[in-house]
């Protein structure tokens, strides 16, 4: 596991640029933390480190935003399950993101569906221990 620590929202967004050049031919992100722990702010950090300038909001009333990645083949997938008390994978279209392997998928609230993950996926856990420190945690 790593950690890092970031003392604004700023140098939270830069972290998740760096890491999201790892993501660029796919991969799952599980991303959990508090309300208001910096999630999407994260999320925004790393579409910018996928190459993607659409501003990029909590899909919280949408559930999925998807956005073409430039200069690649495939999507990146921004998912918020916040609202959502029970999933049906296979009717809500998740499972459909979720198994092509091409996608890159960013699960805020992503413990709802913990079960439905593989071991492989990346899990990210993001702790607000003060108003403009986070403590980012990668597993």
């Given at each position: 596991m790593k950690?890092?620590?970031?003392?604004?929202?700023?140098?939270?967004?830069?972290?998740?640029?760096?890491?999201?050049?790892?993501?660029?031919?796919g991969g799952i992100i599980a991303l959990s933390g508090d309300l208001g722990a910096g999630k999407t702010?994260?999320?925004?950090?790393?579409?910018?480190?996928?190459?993607?300038?659409?501003?990029?909001?909590?899909?919280?009333?949408?559930i999925i935003r998807?956005?073409?990645?430039?200069?690649q083949?495939?999507?990146?997938?921004h998912i918020d399950l916040y609202r959502l008390e029970s999933i049906d994978l296979k009717?809500?279209?998740?499972?459909?993101?979720?198994?092509?392997?091409?996608?890159?998928v960013l699960i805020e609230w992503a413990d709802k569906i913990s079960d439905h993950l593989k071991e492989s996926v990346?899990?990210?856990n993001i702790e607000s221990p003060s108003e403009d420190t986070r403590v980012i945690s990668v597993s």
């Open positions: 950690t890092f620590k970031t003392q604004s929202a700023e140098e939270t967004k830069l972290l998740a640029q760096d890491l999201a050049k790892d993501f660029l031919n702010t994260f999320a925004q950090g790393f579409a910018l480190g996928l190459g993607i300038e659409d501003r990029i909001v909590s899909p919280t009333f949408l998807q956005y073409p990645i430039p200069k083949k495939n999507f990146f997938y009717n809500s279209g998740l499972e459909e993101i979720l198994t092509e392997p091409s996608n890159v990346t899990r990210l």
